[in-house]
C-alpha cells in the first residue's frame, strides 16, 4: 500500500509541475529535504520563491486536498524555508507558500495558502 501510495503522490507532483510551468513558475527544486521536514516544489514566481506543497485525494470522504494541510505541516513547511533560504543566500527575496490541491473536482492552485506568523 506505501508503494501504490508513493507512486500516486509522485504522479500527483509530476501533474502539479507541469501545471506549475504552463503558469509561468520556473522550479529551482523538487522534493527539498531539510532537518524540518521536505518541501514538495521549490520555484520561482512573479518576483517571489515559492514554496510548494502538492496534495492530491481521490474524494472528498475528509475533506479536499487543501483541509490535509495542518498546522504541524505549515511549521515544518516554513522551517525547512528558512533552512533553505539561510542555505541558499535567498533570504532577501520574497517568499510565499502555495498549495497545489489535485481532487476528483480538478486541480487548484492557492497562492499565499499560509503565512508566517
Known amino acids: 500500500m506505501i508503494d501504490g501510495k508513493r507512486k500516486e503522490g509522485k504522479e500527483g507532483e509530476e501533474r502539479a509541475v507541469k501545471i506549475l510551468k ?19 516544489i521549490i520555484a520561482e514566481e512573479g518576483g517571489y520563491i515559492v514554496f510548494v506543497e502538492v496534495k492530491k485525494r481521490n474524494s472528498q470522504r475528509f475533506g479536499g486536498p487543501l483541509h490535509s494541510i495542518n498546522e504541524i505541516k505549515k511549521r515544518h513547511m516554513i522551517r525547512s524555508a528558512q533552512f533553505y533560504l539561510k542555505e541558499n543566500r535567498g533570504s532577501n527575496k520574497k517568499a510565499r507558500f502555495d498549495v497545489v490541491g489535485i481532487g476528483s473536482d480538478g486541480v487548484k492552485i492557492v497562492k499565499n495558502a499560509f503565512a508566517v506568523e
Open 22 to 40: 504552463a503558469e509561468g513558475y520556473r522550479i529551482l527544486e523538487r522534493n527539498y529535504t531539510s532537518p524540518f521536514g521536505e518541501i514538495d
